[in-house]
């Protein structure tokens, strides 16, 4: 902002735009998190401490299959981030519909997330923001299970090529991409429009609650 340039935002930094500007849900692909070997490295997503601090409803197809997920779900617990997934009992893994964590909630309408979001505001005065995992449509799984197949191969490049920090997740995004031909691309896209229509119905159902309370 300063040097008058153009840049793009984190989910962090999405949340306090979206807060400041009176938006209470986003939608995004997949959130950030603790990374794989964090104890050793102190890699861990602004997105976790933005989400502990901002009162905004991030959709999201869970947090990347690039992640520590167990890490990730036990550090927004410490950052009192209310967690759940949308019609299903498992946090999602972005690419997949299976992580092997069980979300800490679950909800199966837009209006019981609209109900959460308002009660954890209006209501309890809470300061933190929420996460919903959105299961990538099944229509994606089959080419995700593939994605996940190029995600251990790339991970195993970025280890022997000492790939550290910064340069990790872009090193394996990119990886993937060819590792799948693409198909991360197409899957990739499949579930942020999936993600749309889901925050699209909470907020329109947020929407409807505070008009009740006028």
Known sequence: MAMGMDGATTVSATMLLAARAGIRVFVTGG?????????RTMDISADLTEL??????????????????????????TQGVCVGSYQTNEFPAFFTRHSGCNAPCRFDTPEQIA????????????????????????????VG?????????????????????????????????????GRSLEANIALVKNNALVGAQIAVAF???LQKCL
């Open 31 to 39: 959130i950030g998190g603790v990374h794989r070997g964090a104890e």
């Open 52 to 77: 502990g601090k901002t009162p905004v409803l991030v959709v999201c197809a869970g947090a990347k299959s690039v992640l520590d997920i167990p890490l990730t779900l036990e550090y927004l617990e």
């Open 115 to 142: 109900a959460a979001l308002h009660k954890s505001t209006s209501v309890l005065g809470l300061e933190g923001g929420m996460v919903v995992g959105v299961p990538i449509p099944e229509f994606s799984a089959a």
């Open 145 to 181: 299970n593939e994605v996940e197949g190029a995600i251990s191969q790339a991970l195993e490049e970025a280890e022997r090529g000492g790939v550290m920090g910064d340069d990790v997740t872009p090193f394996l995004l990119k990886r993937i991409q060819e590792l799948t031909g």
């Open 207 to 209: 929407n409807k609650l």
